[in-house]
C-alpha cells in the first residue's frame, strides 16, 4: 500500500466524530432522519457541546478540546447528546465514563487554561457598602498563611446568594463571596470565616495535597478549623441562612 493510500484513510478529527455519531444513531435505532449529522469542534469558554436540528441538518458542537479525545469518549459523548435530544435515558456507564474523563486532572488542567484565556470573570468591586475583602483577605493572609496566598483576584458577587456563599475559581484566581454577607446585620467574623474558607482552596489548589475529587479532604478540614471563631461562624450560617 503506497504512503498515499494510508494517507487517505487515517480520519481527521471531525470526520471520526461524524462516523460515530452516525453508528450511535443507528445504535440507538433513532427512527427520524437525522442525516446529515455535521460535527465541528468549538472553542468554548469550558467544557460544553450542543447538539439541535437547523434546515434538517442535525448539527453537533463539541469542545474543541475533545479533537484528541479517545474513541470510546467521543461514542460516549455521542450517546449522551443523542439520548437528551431524544428524551432516551442516559445509560450509567456511559455517563460514568465520561464524568471520569472530564474529571481527570489532564482535562481539569485543559479546561482551566481555556477558560483562564477566553473567558471573563464577572464580579463586583471586593470594597462593598460595609465590608472590604481586601483589609479582610490582607489580615488573614498574615494571620494564617504567612502571606503566602498570592496573585489572587477579589470580589462580591453580582447577586445576593444563598446557595453559594463562596467560591474560589482557580482558572481565574479569583475569589468571590456572595453579597448577602455585605451588610450591618452579619458579624465581621462570618464574613472572614467564608473568605478564610475559599482562601484554603486557593492554597490547596497549588499544593501537592491537591485533591480534585475531594475538595473538602480530611486535611482541608482539619486546617478549616483552625480558624479562631470556626464553630461562632458555622453557627451563626446554621441558625440564620
Known amino acids: 500500500m503506497s ?11 471531525v470526520e471520526r466524530s461524524q462516523r460515530i455519531f452516525v453508528e450511535s444513531i443507528e445504535h440507538l435505532r433513532i427512527s427520524r432522519n437525522c442525516q446529515p449529522v455535521l460535527v465541528e469542534f468549538y472553542p468554548f469558554v469550558g467544557i460544553n457541546h ?4 437547523r434546515d434538517g441538518e442535525l448539527l453537533v458542537r463539541l469542545s474543541d478540546l475533545f479533537q484528541q479525545a479517545p474513541e470510546e469518549i467521543i461514542k460516549a459523548l455521542s450517546i449522551i447528546l443523542l439520548s437528551k435530544l431524544f ?22 488542567e485543559r479546561s482551566q487554561i481555556t477558560r483562564s484565556q477566553r473567558g471573563r ?10 465590608y472590604d475583602l481586601t483589609v479582610l483577605f ?42 448577602i454577607f455585605d ?17 484554603l482552596h486557593a492554597k490547596f489548589a497549588t499544593s501537592s495535597n491537591f485533591d480534585l475529587k475531594h475538595r473538602h479532604s480530611r486535611q ?7 480558624f479562631a471563631d470556626y464553630d461562632a461562624a458555622n453557627h451563626w450560617l446554621k441558625t440564620n441562612l
Open 138 to 179: 490582607d489580615r488573614l493572609n498574615q494571620e494564617y498563611f504567612d502571606d503566602r496566598i498570592e496573585g489572587v483576584t477579589l470580589g462580591w458577587s453580582l447577586r445576593k446568594s444563598r446557595r453559594i456563599l463562596g467560591h474560589f475559581d482557580p482558572s481565574h484566581g479569583s475569589i468571590t463571596v456572595s453579597r
Open 50 to 53: 450542543t447538539i439541535r436540528f
Open 121 to 130: 470573570k464577572l464580579l463586583a468591586a471586593p470594597k462593598g457598602h460595609h
Open 220 to 226: 482541608f478540614k482539619n486546617e478549616e478549623k483552625k
Open 3 to 13: 504512503q498515499l493510500a494510508l494517507f487517505e484513510e487515517i480520519e481527521t478529527p
Open 87 to 108: 428524551r432516551r435515558k442516559i445509560p450509567a456507564a456511559v455517563h460514568s465514563a465520561y464524568r471520569s474523563y472530564i474529571n481527570s486532572l489532564e482535562m481539569t
Open 183 to 199: 451588610h450591618p446585620g452579619t458579624p465581621e467574623m462570618v464574613v472572614s470565616y467564608i473568605l478564610f474558607h475559599e482562601m
